[in-house]
Protein backbone atom coordinates (compact mmCIF):
# COMPACT_ATOMS: atom_id res chain seq x y z
CA UNK A 1 0.00 0.00 0.00
CA UNK A 2 1.45 3.34 -1.29
CA UNK A 3 1.54 5.96 1.93
CA UNK A 4 3.09 9.18 2.55
CA UNK A 5 3.76 10.81 5.67
CA UNK A 6 4.81 14.03 6.42
CA UNK A 7 6.25 15.16 9.77
CA UNK A 8 8.57 18.44 11.02
CA UNK A 9 6.15 21.16 11.24
CA UNK A 10 5.88 23.90 13.70
CA UNK A 11 5.90 27.13 14.98
CA UNK A 12 8.41 29.23 13.85
CA UNK A 13 9.66 32.89 13.86
CA UNK A 14 10.26 34.65 10.52
CA UNK A 15 13.93 34.43 9.40
CA UNK A 16 13.81 30.93 10.91
CA UNK A 17 13.95 27.36 10.11
CA UNK A 18 12.59 23.98 9.97
CA UNK A 19 12.78 20.57 7.97
CA UNK A 20 9.83 18.18 6.96
CA UNK A 21 9.73 14.74 6.12
CA UNK A 22 8.12 12.70 4.08
CA UNK A 23 8.15 9.23 4.95
CA UNK A 24 7.17 7.01 2.31
CA UNK A 25 5.85 3.03 2.09
CA UNK A 26 5.26 0.89 -0.25
CA UNK A 27 7.08 2.19 -2.76
CA UNK A 28 10.35 3.10 -3.07
CA UNK A 29 11.02 6.86 -3.53
CA UNK A 30 14.51 6.58 -5.73
CA UNK A 31 11.55 5.66 -8.28
CA UNK A 32 9.13 8.12 -8.49
CA UNK A 33 8.33 11.71 -8.28
CA UNK A 34 7.63 13.24 -4.91
CA UNK A 35 6.74 16.66 -4.70
CA UNK A 36 5.61 19.16 -2.01
CA UNK A 37 2.57 21.43 -1.91
CA UNK A 38 1.27 23.50 0.55
CA UNK A 39 -2.12 25.23 0.95
CA UNK A 40 -2.89 28.84 3.14
CA UNK A 41 -5.97 29.20 4.69
CA UNK A 42 -8.37 30.89 2.00
CA UNK A 43 -5.66 30.12 -0.89
CA UNK A 44 -5.22 27.59 -3.26
CA UNK A 45 -3.13 24.72 -3.28
CA UNK A 46 0.28 25.52 -4.34
CA UNK A 47 3.01 22.90 -5.96
CA UNK A 48 6.52 24.53 -4.03
CA UNK A 49 8.46 21.67 -5.26
CA UNK A 50 9.05 18.43 -7.34
CA UNK A 51 11.88 16.17 -7.14
CA UNK A 52 12.27 13.11 -9.34
CA UNK A 53 15.69 10.93 -8.12
CA UNK A 54 15.49 8.26 -10.77
CA UNK A 55 15.53 11.46 -13.89
CA UNK A 56 17.48 13.73 -11.91
CA UNK A 57 15.43 16.51 -12.00
CA UNK A 58 13.76 18.95 -9.06
CA UNK A 59 11.59 21.84 -9.61
CA UNK A 60 11.23 24.81 -7.23
CA UNK A 61 8.46 27.32 -7.41
CA UNK A 62 9.48 30.86 -7.27
CA UNK A 63 7.84 31.84 -4.42
CA UNK A 64 10.44 29.00 -2.16
CA UNK A 65 13.44 29.29 -4.98
CA UNK A 66 16.59 30.21 -3.21
CA UNK A 67 15.23 29.46 0.87
CA UNK A 68 14.02 25.59 0.62
CA UNK A 69 15.75 22.52 -0.13
CA UNK A 70 15.09 19.28 -1.06
CA UNK A 71 17.14 15.94 -0.16
CA UNK A 72 16.33 12.09 -0.46
CA UNK A 73 17.87 9.21 1.92
CA UNK A 74 16.98 6.21 0.06
CA UNK A 75 18.22 4.21 3.09
CA UNK A 76 15.32 5.52 5.54
CA UNK A 77 13.06 6.09 2.04
CA UNK A 78 12.28 9.47 3.39
CA UNK A 79 11.92 12.67 0.98
CA UNK A 80 13.04 16.17 3.21
CA UNK A 81 12.27 19.43 2.72
CA UNK A 82 14.29 21.96 4.51
CA UNK A 83 13.28 25.26 5.04
CA UNK A 84 15.18 28.48 5.46
CA UNK A 85 14.37 32.46 5.76
CA UNK A 86 11.15 31.34 6.55
CA UNK A 87 8.31 34.60 6.04
CA UNK A 88 4.89 35.03 7.51
CA UNK A 89 3.43 34.34 3.82
CA UNK A 90 5.16 30.56 3.89
CA UNK A 91 2.41 29.62 6.60
CA UNK A 92 0.39 26.96 5.08
CA UNK A 93 -0.56 23.27 5.57
CA UNK A 94 2.41 21.00 3.85
CA UNK A 95 1.71 18.23 1.70
CA UNK A 96 4.07 15.70 0.57
CA UNK A 97 2.32 13.40 -2.67
CA UNK A 98 3.22 10.83 -5.03
CA UNK A 99 2.25 9.08 -8.08
CA UNK A 100 3.03 6.23 -10.66
CA UNK A 101 6.70 6.40 -12.26
CA UNK A 102 5.34 8.13 -14.97
CA UNK A 103 4.49 11.35 -12.81
CA UNK A 104 6.32 14.14 -12.28
CA UNK A 105 3.86 16.60 -10.43
CA UNK A 106 1.95 17.52 -13.51
CA UNK A 107 -1.87 16.88 -12.69
CA UNK A 108 -3.31 15.82 -9.01
CA UNK A 109 -1.09 13.17 -7.69
CA UNK A 110 -3.13 9.97 -6.13
CA UNK A 111 -1.47 9.46 -3.05
CA UNK A 112 -1.21 12.74 -0.28
CA UNK A 113 -0.23 12.18 3.32
CA UNK A 114 -2.39 13.96 5.95
CA UNK A 115 -0.28 17.46 5.96
CA UNK A 116 1.60 19.03 8.77
CA UNK A 117 1.32 22.68 9.80
CA UNK A 118 3.93 25.31 9.44
CA UNK A 119 3.25 28.47 11.06
CA UNK A 120 5.62 31.58 10.46
CA UNK A 121 5.07 34.52 13.11
CA UNK A 122 6.30 36.45 15.56
Known amino acids: QVQVVESGGGSVQPGGSLRLSCAASGFAVENVAIGWFRQAPGKERERILC????????YYADSVKGRFTVSTDNAKNTVYLQMNLLKPEDTAVYYC???????????????WGQGTQVTVSS
Open 97 to 111: ATDDIAWYCEGPPRY
Open 51 to 58: ISNRDRRT
